[in-house]
């Protein structure tokens, strides 16, 4: 019997490694990993029939590995990755070994600096209803997607087709060699590693080049980074044999947007024009319209994207409020010890952009809640070079919780001049909490005393790229 092939993971438990490892084992390989720390994906995994090691060392390498696949965000020195090297074994990075199945299907890649895992998501998820059975690789969990119960990052498809997010994140998406794709924005990201936006602009229009011959490119014209690079994308367009089609909700018909509108599920002026560059493509693709949108009613969100996680119960010791009502002006003073109950909802922007527009898709869902947003940033280079546009990203929210700053391994050393301390003084009516073992007291002050100066209703939005989503179960949990 021939020897199943063997591939190793360093880095398993990051959202786009571990769907890869499901792909390989899909393919009957025998799949092994490593990562730094326990988490909820590489318990999945494990329950995958994954080997998982937490720690990173060379003896996790087995004898007879054909291939390693790591983390674009594991160092050079690391001695899994150093242990391969010496042995002369089959290294790819993540990226890398990505363009390669790029090569061996009919690829729909989704990029842009925002909305990349909505817009995936929608799109596989109408090709899926429309019977194209594609191969799913997203950088978020699919409730749609099992297993594990609570969703996947990853399907495999019986077809030719592959759908997946293309990360921009040091131009990991040139490796990809789509037939079909989407950008929806052009925004300043990832400058620790572009350095400039102009590098930005440039990595995407080569993105644009790597084309197959024949493919389709759906952009926004409404975002104007993207449409000022109009003339140099159609002049590659044109030299590659691919077309362009620009989608726009300021310019469609208001007939079809009042038609997305009225089936969209998830709120905010983002995701209507995520949906519209699925529809547009989907058009194309001659998809019937009944199964876009009926894919749009159903599509609720995905992990940690407008996510629901539940109720936090807070007392309030200081006056007499029954589950976060008054019952009589008579009631509010002598009801003792009452309770509210806060909806919490779970969401991963992290970029001022990606804030402003989620922030306001909350807005738009709760226009008379007090919206206390607690957010973490994420990594302090990012927090250093967009200052002055994190300041301004949190206008909808009604109370701001400041947490320190996620700082990524290898990547990281955080500014005085520019931490979260300093974020919150600079906008003013921030709290900022040094300690995330303080952050339940924190938020019972601000909801009782909120709500003894002006009755409202609460609505709690943890917000960042980070370990907040650790904080949201502590919070529920305990």
């Given at each position: 019997m021939e020897r199943r092939r063997i591939v190793h993971f360093i880095g398993i438990g990051g959202i786009g490694m571990s769907a890869l490892a499901r792909w390989f084992l899909a393919r009957k390989w025998a799949v092994f990993g490593s990562d730094t720390t326990e988490g909820k994906i590489t318990l999945d995994l494990k329950k995958q029939g994954l080997k998982v090691k937490i720690g990173h060392k060379k003896g996790n390498l087995r004898p007879k590995t054909d291939l390693v696949i790591y983390n674009s965000a594991i160092l050079r020195d690391n001695p899994e990755l150093k242990e391969a090297r010496r042995r002369d074994i089959a290294i790819f990075s993540f990226s890398e070994a990505l363009g390669e199945l790029t090569r061996h299907y009919e690829t729909f890649a989704i990029a842009g600096a925002h909305g990349k895992s909505t817009t995936t998501s929608l799109l596989a998820l109408v090709l899926l209803r429309a019977r194209w059975d594609p191969t799913i690789i997203v950088g978020t969990k699919l409730k749609?997607?099992?297993?594990?119960?609570?969703?996947?990052?990853?399907?495999?498809?019986?077809?030719?087709?592959?759908?997946?997010?293309?990360?921009?994140w040091k131009a990991a998406f040139l490796h990809y060699s789509p037939t079909y794709a989407i950008i929806t924005n052009i925004d300043k990201e990832h400058l620790d590693f572009y350095k400039n936006f102009s590098n930005i602009k440039k990595t995407f229009l080569k993105f644009v080049g790597n084309m197959r011959p024949r493919g389709v490119l759906v952009a926004n014209h409404d975002n104007n980074n993207l449409y000022a690079l109009?003339?140099?994308i159609q002049k590659i367009v044109k030299a590659r044999h691919t077309k362009v089609i620009w989608y726009s909700v300021d310019q469609s018909s208001p007939a079809l947007i009042a038609k997305l509108k009225k089936n969209i599920s998830i709120p905010g002026a983002h995701n209507l024009s995520n949906a519209l560059a699925v529809y547009t493509l989907a058009r194309h693709l001659n998809v019937n319209e009944k199964i876009i949108f009926s894919v749009l009613k159903s599509y609720h969100g995905a992990w940690r994207r407008f996510e629901y996680r539940g109720e936090l119960r807070i007392r309030n010791k200081e006056s007499g409020i029954r589950d976060g009502k008054l019952k009589t002006k008579r009631d509010s003073a002598v009801i003792p010890n009452s309770r509210f109950l806060i909806p919490v909802y779970d969401d991963y922007a992290h970029h001022p952009t990606e804030i402003a527009a989620t922030l306001g898709a909350f807005r738009e869902k709760f226009p008379r809640a007090h919206l206390i947003c607690v957010?973490?940033?994420?990594?302090?280079?990012?927090?250093?070079?967009?200052?002055?546009?994190?300041?301004r990203a949190f206008k909808d929210a009604d109370?701001?919780?400041l947490l320190p700053v996620y700082k990524v391994a290898g990547r990281d050393k955080e500014s005085p001049r520019y931490n979260s301390r300093a974020l919150a003084k600079k906008i003013g009516n921030a709290v900022y909490v040094g300690n995330t073992k303080k952050l339940p007291k924190v938020l019972e002050k601000i909801v009782t005393k909120t709500y003894n100066l002006k009755p409202a209703h609460f609505v709690l939005v943890m917000m960042g790229a980070g370990t907040i989503v650790e904080e949201t179960d502590k919070l529920l949990h305990e």
């Amino acid at each position: 019997m021939e020897r199943r092939r063997i591939v190793h993971f360093i880095g398993i438990g990051g959202i786009g490694m571990s769907a890869l490892a499901r792909w390989f084992l899909a393919r009957k390989w025998a799949v092994f990993g490593s990562d730094t720390t326990e988490g909820k994906i590489t318990l999945d995994l494990k329950k995958q029939g994954l080997k998982v090691k937490i720690g990173h060392k060379k003896g996790n390498l087995r004898p007879k590995t054909d291939l390693v696949i790591y983390n674009s965000a594991i160092l050079r020195d690391n001695p899994e990755l150093k242990e391969a090297r010496r042995r002369d074994i089959a290294i790819f990075s993540f990226s890398e070994a990505l363009g390669e199945l790029t090569r061996h299907y009919e690829t729909f890649a989704i990029a842009g600096a925002h909305g990349k895992s909505t817009t995936t998501s929608l799109l596989a998820l109408v090709l899926l209803r429309a019977r194209w059975d594609p191969t799913i690789i997203v950088g978020t969990k699919l409730k749609e997607l099992t297993p594990p119960a609570d969703g996947s990052n990853f399907r495999m498809g019986r077809s030719n087709y592959l759908v997946l997010e293309a990360d921009e994140w040091k131009a990991a998406f040139l490796h990809y060699s789509p037939t079909y794709a989407i950008i929806t924005n052009i925004d300043k990201e990832h400058l620790d590693f572009y350095k400039n936006f102009s590098n930005i602009k440039k990595t995407f229009l080569k993105f644009v080049g790597n084309m197959r011959p024949r493919g389709v490119l759906v952009a926004n014209h409404d975002n104007n980074n993207l449409y000022a690079l109009r003339s140099q994308i159609q002049k590659i367009v044109k030299a590659r044999h691919t077309k362009v089609i620009w989608y726009s909700v300021d310019q469609s018909s208001p007939a079809l947007i009042a038609k997305l509108k009225k089936n969209i599920s998830i709120p905010g002026a983002h995701n209507l024009s995520n949906a519209l560059a699925v529809y547009t493509l989907a058009r194309h693709l001659n998809v019937n319209e009944k199964i876009i949108f009926s894919v749009l009613k159903s599509y609720h969100g995905a992990w940690r994207r407008f996510e629901y996680r539940g109720e936090l119960r807070i007392r309030n010791k200081e006056s007499g409020i029954r589950d976060g009502k008054l019952k009589t002006k008579r009631d509010s003073a002598v009801i003792p010890n009452s309770r509210f109950l806060i909806p919490v909802y779970d969401d991963y922007a992290h970029h001022p952009t990606e804030i402003a527009a989620t922030l306001g898709a909350f807005r738009e869902k709760f226009p008379r809640a007090h919206l206390i947003c607690v957010f973490q940033p994420h990594q302090a280079k990012r927090l250093k070079l967009l200052f002055k546009e994190f300041t301004r990203a949190f206008k909808d929210a009604d109370t701001l919780v400041l947490l320190p700053v996620y700082k990524v391994a290898g990547r990281d050393k955080e500014s005085p001049r520019y931490n979260s301390r300093a974020l919150a003084k600079k906008i003013g009516n921030a709290v900022y909490v040094g300690n995330t073992k303080k952050l339940p007291k924190v938020l019972e002050k601000i909801v009782t005393k909120t709500y003894n100066l002006k009755p409202a209703h609460f609505v709690l939005v943890m917000m960042g790229a980070g370990t907040i989503v650790e904080e949201t179960d502590k919070l529920l949990h305990e």
